[in-house]
Each structure stands twice: as C-alpha cells, then as structure tokens.
C-alpha cells in the first residue's frame, strides 16, 4: 500500500514539475514597430532591421516577440496606435517612417525605450538633446537623408541641362522635414542659378494634382524632397511622372525601379539594420540614455532607371529646351 502511495506521488511530481518550469520561463520580450506606411512598401528596411537582431541573437518567434503597427499612409492613425503599443507595455518602440510616428511614440511613453529610424537631425527635430547624450528614453539611427537634398538638385540639373525651373515635392503632414527639404533645395537651385516651384502631397488623392501642380509652373523636372511616405508612393508618383512628361528624381533605388528618371540616397536598410542593433541592445539591459544616436553616413548610391538610359545621354548632347514628352509616350525629347 505504502508502496503504491510513493508510486503515485512520484508520477505526479514528474508531471508537475515541468509545469513549474514552464511557469517560471521568462515571459517572451516584445517589441513595438510603428510606422507611417504599409509593411509591403517596407520590406527591405525591416530586413534590415531583422537582420541587426539577428546578429544580437534575437529572432521574431524565437526568443522575442514583434506587435506591428502600421499607418499605411494614415499618419492621423499614429497616435492611436502609438498609445495601444504603450498600454501593452511593449519592451522597446521602434518608430519611423514619418517623424510623425517618432512624435507619437514619445507621446504615449516617457518610460518606455524608443529607437528612431529618421532622416532628419535629430536634435533639431527635438527627439535627443544630444547626438552624443540623447538623454531620457529615446535613441536611434539617423541617415541624414536631407542632407542629400542638394546633391540630387544638383544631379538633376547635371543630366538635364536644359531645365531652368526645379520642382521639389514635400508632404505638407511632416512639416519640420517638409521645411528642411525646401530650404536645402531651396539653396541648391539659388547657386545654380535655376528657380524652384514647392507642390505639396500628403495623400494618394494629392499626388497626381501636385504633378500638374509643377507642370503648369512650367517646372523641366522634379525632385522629391526626403519623406517616408512619399518614398513609398514612388510607383504613384512615377505613373503621373511618365504621363505628365515630367522628369522626376527620387531619394529611394524604389523611384528608379518604379521608373521615375533616376535616384540618389542613402542606404536606408543599413540605417534600420543599426536601429535593430540597438534594439537588442536595450533587451538586453542597456538604456538608451547611454547609446549615443548612430549618425555615420550610411553609404549613398545612384541609379537611373534603365529605360531612360539612353534619352538621359541623348537629352545631355543635345537638349537646349524643356523635355517634351515623344511620340513613344515612355520617352521624353527636347524641346523645341
């Protein structure tokens, strides 16, 4: 009897052992994404991000959790979703794609960790009080992508010779980046002697009519300034591009590939790769407070859209005039 009575004892901690294990396991950390555009339009970032966790050990599924938020253009969502991602007391709040969302972050949480992917100065966009000592609970990667305004006027100007009158477009609903673009492009155009014309796009309804917007300015090109969610409607932008006979520069190798003209930015993939290093940093017990914003330069790149490699050489040797668009509706002439 006695010997029955050890049995099942024994059997029953064998059971209940494993369940306290279970119940004493550390919960799964989780990590909150927030940004203003679609998860389609930001794949390559968020590789980039994933792959700077992996190299810290941590991978979605594994030994850390991810609550995506994504505006998808909506920037007015933010806030909303900001403070859901706070009231789940997420672990870390990694936000970007529009300052906007970096602002809303900041607003649900004073505790909360927050790293930033941005491509403004971070401090004159009033997210650290320094590059070096960011203070509080935020930190993050910035590109410096407006910085790089004036290169793309000036590249522009380089392979389009003949245009005199510099459209910039900028999204009215991320005005301190919006007012960063238009003063760099701004002095850019003023030192080489061209003029500029600000269109205005903050939703897919305003794109087409910013488009017409520089075409009856008489603008020979356009340059679209540094903004998260105009990089993710290059397609857009580029079909009212093409059927406007507007030559168009874009910050993303996604404005090439979508078939505006050409581009000229950094890498953004490599920016977000370092915002997912930090990241895993503060899971593994670091503040942000210590980490200083990563402001290296990721490297910048060019490229041209390859149907358009040919009218750009053509355009260069002889093109005097504004481009007109030829009798082949995908190509642009001088002219007359």
Known sequence: MQRRKFITLLGGAAVAWPLAARAQRPAMPVIGVLHGVSATQWTDR??????????????EGRNVAIEYRWAEGQFDRLP???????????????????????????????????????ASDPVRAGFVLSL????GNVTGATFMGVELVAKRVELLHETLPG?????????PNNPG????????????????GLEMVVVKAGSESEIENAVVAAVRQQANAMSI???????????????????????????SRDGAAAGLLMSYGPNQAETFRQAGLYVARILNG???????????????????SRPRRRLVLKYRLSCSAAPTRCSNRDTFCCGA
């Not at 245009?163 to 999204?171: D, E, G, M, T």
């Not at 300034?225 to 910050?251: C, K, V, W």
């Open 80 to 118: 909303a979703m900001a403070a859901d991602l706070a009231s789940r007391k997420v672990a870390v709040i990694c936000a970007g794609a529009g300052d906007v969302a970096i602002r809303a972050a900041m607003a649900a949480t004073k505790t909360i960790p927050i790293v930033f992917t941005t």
């Open 132 to 135: 070096g000592r960011p203070g």
């Open 225 to 251: 300034g540094n903004d998260a969610y105009l990089s993710s409607r290059s397609q857009q932008i580029a079909f009212f591009a093409l059927r406007h006979a507007l030559p168009t520069m874009s910050e």
């Open 177 to 192: 980046l919006m007012q960063d673009n238009i003063q760099l492009s701004s002095t850019a155009v003023q030192r080489l």
């Open 163 to 171: 245009s005199a009158r510099i459209a910039l477009l900028v999204n």
């Open 46 to 59: 968020m590789v980039g991000f994933n792959q700077g966790l992996g190299e810290a050990g941590f991978a």
């Open 286 to 304: 670091e503040k942000p407070a210590d980490l200083p914003v990563n402001s290296q330069p990721s490297s910048s790149s060019s490229s041209i």
